[in-house]
């Protein structure tokens, strides 16, 4: 059953024409971000909602607390109580960012955003980003359930309503579609890491080696597996109470691939077929993209 029955107008608003919640972001929150100043040690991971935004949070925060010789988990969980602020850089109040202007490098951040929307000044100060992309059907599927389980996000009484406000713009933080074009505009810059929710999963022990090493972050072979360890489905779903508290079992699902197989109709199968052929296949990122 839909998580609440309150209008869609209710529940969403819109910023330079994309959709978002009213209960997360604000407009007066993303007037100020641009104002927001990055530091060039700043850790940020750029991911669209359900491509697996909180696992790459638990592996960068429990990265940043090896390079600060800190026991993961002890100081540094993403979102357990000691953490200073919501780590999503669009979500909270308008003050927030003057708030982080006191918190000590390096500073964890993960985004929704398009490269657009975010500050001009992690780009000017060549921020290190970690991009996360994820196949579309899967996304799509995540983002499905995840729209009936949590109350801030219009709900939807049937799949076949989900997908076709998912084929267009009207999901908040916008289409993915777009999103990833955009993000392709950015995907040579060496600043920027791309890492797929496919290949971290096939291989999370490379993954995490890859992204300590784009961050410079040395590890021993002890930490490595810590890391690793941490970070797998089971553990953090074991975790989730602890670190996500009630909105434990509505962030890690089931952690896979190829779960769309129970959702898609095969005209719908199709059409995402064409959309991805059309318009993502042939860049740089589509070609990352396991499909
Ligand atoms: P499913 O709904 O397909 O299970 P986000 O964190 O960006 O909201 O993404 C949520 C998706 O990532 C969910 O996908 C969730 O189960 C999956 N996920 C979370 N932690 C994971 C982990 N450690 N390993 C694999 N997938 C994970």
């Given at each position: 059953?839909a998580?609440?029955?309150?209008?869609?107008?209710?529940?969403?608003?819109?910023?330079?024409?994309?959709?978002?919640?009213?209960?997360?972001?604000?407009?007066?929150?993303?007037?100020?971000?641009?104002?927001?100043?990055?530091?060039?040690?700043?850790?940020?991971l750029?991911?669209?909602?359900k491509?697996?935004?909180?696992?790459?949070?638990?592996?960068?925060?429990?990265?940043?607390?090896?390079?600060?010789?800190?026991?993961?988990?002890?100081?540094?969980?993403?979102?357990?109580?000691?953490?200073?602020?919501?780590?999503?850089?669009?979500?909270?109040?308008?003050?927030?960012?003057?708030?982080?202007?006191?918190?000590?490098?390096?500073?964890?951040?993960?985004?929704?955003?398009?490269?657009?929307?975010?500050?001009?000044s992690i780009?000017?100060?060549?921020?290190?980003?970690?991009?996360?992309?994820?196949?579309?059907?899967?996304?799509?599927?995540s983002?499905?359930?995840?729209?009936?389980?949590?109350?801030?996000?219009?709900?939807?009484?049937?799949?076949?309503?989900?997908?076709?406000?998912?084929?267009?713009?009207?999901?908040?933080?916008?289409?993915?579609?777009?999103?990833?074009?955009?993000?392709?505009?950015?995907?040579?810059?060496?600043?920027?890491?791309?890492?797929?929710?496919?290949?971290?999963?096939?291989?999370?022990?490379?993954?995490?080696?890859?992204?300590?090493?784009?961050?410079?972050?040395?590890?021993?072979?002890?930490?490595?597996?810590?890391?690793?360890?941490?970070?797998?489905?089971?553990?953090?779903?074991?975790?989730?109470?602890?670190?996500?508290?009630?909105f434990?079992?509505?962030?890690?699902?089931?952690?896979?691939?190829?779960?769309?197989?129970?959702?898609?109709?095969?005209?719908?199968?199709?059409?995402?077929?064409?959309?991805?052929?059309?318009?993502?296949?042939?860049?740089?990122?589509?070609?990352?993209?396991?499909?």
């Open positions: 059953e998580a609440n029955s309150m209008h869609r107008d209710d529940l969403v608003f819109s910023y330079k024409g994309i959709p978002y919640p009213t209960t997360l972001c604000s407009p007066e929150g993303f007037k100020a971000l641009e104002s927001f100043e990055a530091r060039s040690d700043d850790v940020i750029a991911g669209y909602p491509s697996g935004t909180n696992w790459l949070s638990q592996i960068l925060t429990d990265l940043i607390a090896i390079s600060q010789k800190k026991t993961p988990g002890e100081e540094s969980s993403v979102n357990a109580e000691k953490v200073d602020e919501f780590p999503y850089l669009e979500v909270g109040d308008a003050e927030k960012y003057e708030r982080m202007t006191k918190l000590p490098s390096p500073r964890f951040m993960a985004t929704h955003l398009r490269p657009e929307n975010l500050p001009k780009f000017k100060n060549k921020v290190k980003i970690l991009l996360l992309i994820r196949n579309p059907k899967d996304l799509a599927t983002f499905y359930h995840f729209s009936n389980a949590l109350a801030a996000l219009p709900s939807y009484e049937t799949w076949d309503d989900f997908f076709t406000d998912f084929m267009t713009k009207k999901m908040c933080w916008g289409c993915y579609f777009e999103y990833l074009s955009e993000w392709n505009k950015y995907a040579d810059q060496e600043n920027i890491m791309t890492i797929t929710f496919e290949e971290a999963k096939e291989n999370p022990a490379l993954a995490v080696k890859n992204i300590a090493t784009f961050f410079g972050i040395p590890l021993t072979e002890e930490e490595h597996q810590l890391v690793v360890q941490r970070s797998s489905f089971q553990a953090m779903k074991k975790n989730s109470e602890k670190t996500h508290g009630s434990g079992n509505i962030f890690f699902r089931k952690g896979g691939v190829t779960d769309w197989k129970n959702l898609f109709s095969e005209d719908q199968n199709k059409k995402m077929d064409k959309a991805f052929e059309e318009r993502i296949a042939g860049t740089k990122l589509g070609k990352k993209l396991k499909y």
